[in-house]
């Protein structure tokens, strides 16, 4: 079996036996296609000629064209799972990638919105939905669900109608590795929710229906579960979504982050600010270690520092 098939059943491993979201596979599908460019291109076509001063050289060459030092991180994280899975898989004697080494990718303090931030982005956010513009009212109850339950896109956009309990105010969240978790919203963002499900998002597909029929197009819009849909009645894209946040984020001067990621970071530094417990906020996140939420503590304390250094007169 050549490489191209052999990495055709790793990536079919970790997408269903492993239960990888579909941006993981992509991620790593794009790392190993180019080590296997490189293996060929070495004048080898199978597993065995993958060795540990072959995989040195192939991130010594991606260090050398100038790539950051996550992606190199990242690259060397995936030819160790692929290598371990061929090992498994009895067509490597030993596996050369549990020696493969890679600088330790430097890790920045995530940005957060300010408070005041994201009161502007939700008064003018409201201020729109107010004339009944069904995406606008879908739009505030996004943002409003993002920052309320710090979700990532990929989760945000999975919802069905069927996660979101509204008599609860929860939202049943199928996050990283197929890892189910509840996770609660408050007050304003079941407003928004409430509205949209109730009013908006069924004018977006009679909506699309219409522009359907008026096209003469036989098919009607395929028919979805997903709690936020796009004009065209299907499930909301991550790339929309981007968008949307971008565009917001945009108008307030000073936001600094403009992904979707800056609501979730935003929403777990300010839990932390408030005096949640940060095991609460592990789960809130659904992180599955407690280093990676002890992050935003860091963040926590910088934004105290700063605090301190410019009220106090002796800072």
Do not use: C
């Amino acid at each position: 079996m050549n490489l191209d098939q052999l990495l055709d059943d790793y990536l079919s491993h970790v997408a269903i036996e492993r239960g990888y979201s579909p941006y993981t596979v992509a991620a790593y599908r794009s790392d190993l296609v180019e080590l296997i460019a490189f293996t060929e291109a070495r004048g080898s076509t199978d597993a065995a000629s993958i060795d540990l001063p072959l995989l040195r050289d192939w991130l010594w060459t991606a260090t050398e064209r100038g790539l950051a030092r996550t992606s190199i991180a990242r690259r060397a994280a995936s030819a160790r799972g692929f290598t371990a899975w061929l090992t498994r898989r009895g067509l490597l004697g030993a596996d050369p990638g549990m020696r493969l080494k890679a600088p330790r990718a430097q890790r920045t303090l995530p940005r957060v919105v300010t408070e005041q931030a994201v009161t502007d982005a939700f008064a003018a956010l409201s201020a729109r939905a107010a004339g009944g513009s069904p995406t606008e009212v879908r739009d505030l109850a996004i943002i409003e669900l993002l920052y309320a339950s710090a979700l990532r896109v990929s989760e945000l956009v999975g919802l069905d109608l069927g996660d979101v309990d509204r008599r609860r105010r929860i939202v049943r969240v199928l996050g990283k590795g197929s890892k189910e978790r509840m996770v609660p919203y408050g007050a304003p963002a079941a407003r928004a929710i409430d509205r949209y499900l109730d009013e908006s998002r069924p004018k977006i597909i009679a909506n699309a229906s219409e522009k359907v029929v008026s096209s003469d197009v036989a098919s009607a819009p395929t028919a979805t579960n997903a709690v936020f849909l796009g004009a065209r009645g299907g499930r909301m894209g991550v790339r929309s979504v981007y968008g949307l946040v971008a565009a917001i984020l945009a108008e307030i001067p000073g936001t600094g982050p403009s992904g979707p990621h800056a609501f979730r970071h935003t929403a777990a530094t300010h839990l932390l600010d408030g005096g949640a417990d940060l095991r609460a906020v592990q789960e809130f996140l659904g992180h599955a270690s407690l280093g990676t939420t002890q992050i935003y503590t860091h963040v926590s304390s910088e934004r105290l520092k700063q605090s301190y250094r410019t009220a106090h007169p002796r800072a």
